[in-house]
């Protein structure tokens, strides 16, 4: 089992930045992945980082302003967040998979974490 706990959510102006954590606890976490939920949206995949960090993606929205990366001694994943907008406001999910290569679907990923809310305001 690995427990996943976010953090580094806030409430920002947009042109603003944040880094948000997601520290893993119970074994160490293989392929893992930020996720974001806005209200009256489904969740959609924000970036994703393979077990060795070497291999990355994101979505288009994002690409160019965050950036994924990972400690694997820490056992831990952050997510960098600069030139905000207000339509990145959601709730942010970290996720965990149990294989190592990178995945993007939502359904690919074993864990999740209770989510970090992060607010963008215009």
């Known amino acids: 089992q690995v427990q996943l706990v976010e953090s580094g959510g806030g409430l920002v102006q947009a042109g603003g930045s944040l880094r948000l954590s997601c520290a893993a606890s119970g074994r160490a976490a293989h392929a893992m992945g930020w996720f974001r939920q806005a209200p009256g949206k489904e969740r959609e995949f924000v970036a994703g980082?393979?077990?060795?960090?070497?291999?990355?993606n994101y979505r288009d929205s994002v690409k160019g302003r965050f950036t994924i990366s990972r400690d694997n001694a820490k056992n831990t994943m952050y997510l960098e967040m600069n030139s905000l907008k207000p339509e990145d406001t959601a709730v942010y999910y970290c996720?965990?998979?149990?294989?190592?290569?990178?995945?993007?679907?939502?359904?690919?990923?074993?864990?999740w974490g209770q989510g970090t809310q992060v607010t963008v305001s215009s």
């Open positions: 980082i393979s077990w060795s960090g070497a291999s990355t």
């Open positions: 996720a965990a998979a149990e294989g190592y290569a990178l995945v993007l679907r939502p359904s690919s990923y074993d864990y």
